[in-house]
C-alpha cells in the first residue's frame, strides 16, 4: 500500500501501513486498484480444504454467517462477508464494526443474523454472543432454540 501520507512518526503514522476496505467492483476502475492486494469472497475462505496440508475451509466469519443464519437467498453474502471481513481486518472490535458496517442492502434476513455473525468474530465479542444466536455455552443456535450442529 501507499501508506496513509502521514510522514511523522510522532503522529502515529507508517510508511506502507496495510489499509483494508471493500470495494465494489463494478464502480472501482481497474487502473485504482494498482499496486493493491485484492481479496475476493473466494479468498477469504472455501468448502474445499486441501486434504494433503489441511490448508482452506471457511473463515470464521462464514461458518457464523452459517450457524446463525446469516443468509438466505445468498446474493448479497458474499458482499457482506467481504465488507464485515474488511472491517475486521482493520479493527476486530464490536463497536469499530456497528460504526462502519454499511452500503449493503439484504432484503432476506432483516440484518440480525447478519449483525450477530458479525459481533460474534469479534475480539471483544464474549459477551455479545450469549443471548444472540448462540446458547449458554456458546454454541450456535437457530431461531427456534435448537443447536445448529
Avoid at 496495510?18 to 485484492?38: K, R, S
Avoid at 482493520?90 to 455473525?117: F, M, Q, S
Wanted: glycine residues 16%.
Amino acid at each position: 500500500g501507499n501508506g496513509n501520507g502521514n510522514e511523522d512518526e510522532d503522529e502515529g503514522g507508517t510508511e506502507g501501513e496495510i489499509v483494508h476496505y471493500a470495494a465494489n467492483a463494478c464502480l472501482m476502475p481497474v487502473l485504482a486498484a494498482d499496486g493493491a492486494h485484492i481479496t475476493t469472497i473466494e479468498g477469504i475462505g472455501s468448502v474445499r480444504k486441501d486434504t494433503t496440508t489441511g490448508n482452506g475451509g471457511l473463515h470464521p466469519l462464514q461458518s457464523a454467517m452459517v450457524d446463525l443464519h446469516g443468509s438466505q437467498c445468498g446474493f448479497c453474502t458474499p458482499g457482506i462477508i467481504v465488507a464485515i471481513y474488511a472491517l475486521l481486518a482493520n479493527k476486530p472490535e464490536v463497536k469499530y464494526v456497528e460504526e462502519h458496517l454499511d452500503g449493503n442492502l439484504c432484503r432476506c434476513t432483516g440484518y440480525r443474523p447478519i449483525w450477530d455473525a458479525a459481533r460474534s468474530v469479534c475480539v471483544d465479542a464474549t459477551s455479545a454472543r450469549v443471548g444472540m444466536g448462540c446458547g449458554a455455552s456458546g454454541e450456535p443456535v437457530g431461531p427456534c432454540g435448537t443447536p445448529c450442529r
